[in-house]
């Protein structure tokens, strides 16, 4: 499967930050972990000092599947909103998996501070405004439940989103956690400290068969070696549906650009994550080199490979949506891409074992939340694959 399609802005700004070589041998080990996205490198990272021997493989090259495709909004915020997940899974775990999707934005923001040198990553508040007038009642009932809870969010009129924003919208809610990454670079990161506690990565090493033994898993690689490991962990996306014999997910694509450089004058309050209440939505922040990332216009399928006219077309309306939005902007798009999503029935990801699947764990970070998601993923089959009971399994199981 194609993950992205064209020129992933992250991608062609930073090139090849590491190479890993291909398995030249046969392996036996405690934990393999198949995937080298962000979903991998983080719950690579979290095993590296566990006492047990890890590696990790891909087909391809670290990160350059989805992850070097993710526009990395880091919110809180799931598609699913509180007032509606609450419905679907219970006013406790909605609230939860709220709280736990923040706290690893800070967990993020932590991680980051130990790896030199340092790179793009950044608290930013978000803003969700209103699409039409007929969404404020919805968006202040967001508001109220999410303040009953104790996030910190505020409500703002159209005066005061004119004032900030330099836009017009019948009403938003403005939230202070958010952030932004470089999500590849972060990848890289986390990879090269999983490495230097003694553990491998390998890429260009595809999975072409799993036989499950008595005493091990045994991985069959398209380089016709063999890896036995006690545990398993598929981490590789959109992939890994391959291994789960029931449906959990839909695949949609979606769309994004990265403009040309822009003077300062034409950012807004605070830099904010902003985002609308319309499905699909549009959303746009600024990144690194004084650029603008818009992206939406979602389509309700996956094809492998997207024309490139589609993906031109789409550009041309995150551009003419985006310019609707905020006329006074000379947006010009530099770059362009198109990408695959996963979206469950709740919004919520899927973390943990399946009894067809014997000491295989999956970390599923789908939905717009997917690094956020990965965070909570990563702790949670850390505790798992080390016998540990985690208190917030259960509101991500498959069964639920």
């Not at 700004?13 to 398995?23: F, H, Q, R």
């Not at 350059?64 to 990395?72: F, L, P, Q």
């Not at 598929?234 to 391959?242: D, F, N, R, T, W």
Request: net charge positive; proline share 5%.
């Amino acid at each position: 499967m194609n993950l992205y399609e064209q020129h992933p802005y992250w991608l062609m700004k930073n090139g090849i930050v590491t190479s890993y070589p291909s398995l030249q041998q046969n392996l036996q080990i405690d934990v393999a972990i198949m995937g080298a996205g962000i979903s991998a490198a983080l719950t690579a990272y979290n095993l590296r000092n566990s006492g047990l021997s890890v590696a990790v493989f891909d087909k391809g090259h670290t990160a350059m599947g989805s992850t070097a495709a993710s526009t990395a909004f880091l919110q809180y915020e799931i598609d699913t909103p509180l007032i509606q997940l609450k419905n679907l899974v219970g006013e406790k775990d909605a609230v939860k998996s709220y709280e736990l999707c923040r706290k690893a934005i800070y967990d993020i923001g932590d991680l980051c501070q130990t790896f030199k040198p340092k790179f793009d990553f950044h608290l930013r508040p978000s803003l969700q405004y209103a699409s039409f007038k007929t969404h404020t009642k919805a968006l202040q009932d967001e508001f109220s439940l999410r303040k009953k809870h104790g996030f910190k969010v505020e409500w703002l009129e159209n005066a005061d989103v004119r004032k900030k924003f330099n836009f017009d919208a019948p009403g938003a809610l403005f939230s202070v956690d958010g952030g932004e990454i470089d999500a590849y670079l972060f990848t890289h990161a986390l990879f090269k400290s999983f490495q230097s506690s003694g553990h491998q990565v390998y890429n260009k090493t595809g999975v072409k068969h799993i036989e499950y033994a008595k005493q091990n898993i045994i991985l069959h690689t398209n380089n016709s070696y063999t890896v036995k490991a006690k545990k398993l962990i598929i981490a590789c996306g959109y992939e890994s549906l391959q291994y789960i014999p029931k449906k959990i997910a839909d695949i949609n694509s979606t769309y994004a650009l990265v403009s040309e450089p822009l003077p300062d004058e034409f950012f807004w309050h605070k830099n904010s994550l902003i985002w609308e209440t319309a499905t699909p939505y549009m959303y746009f922040r600024v990144v690194s080199e004084n650029r603008i990332l818009v992206g939406g216009r979602d389509d309700p399928f996956h094809h492998p490979h997207i024309h490139p006219s589609v993906i031109s077309r789409k550009t041309e309306m995150l551009q003419k949506a985006f310019l609707k939005r905020m006329p006074h902007i000379p947006l010009v798009p530099d770059f362009s891409w198109a990408g695959a999503f996963a979206s469950t029935k709740d919004g919520l990801p899927y973390i943990g074992s399946i009894p067809e699947r014997p000491n295989t764990f999956f970390a599923l970070g789908f939905g717009g939340n997917g690094i956020t998601f990965s965070v909570i993923a990563a702790e949670i089959i850390h505790d798992l694959i080390m016998g540990k009971k985690n208190n917030n399994a259960d509101i991500f199981r498959f069964n639920r």
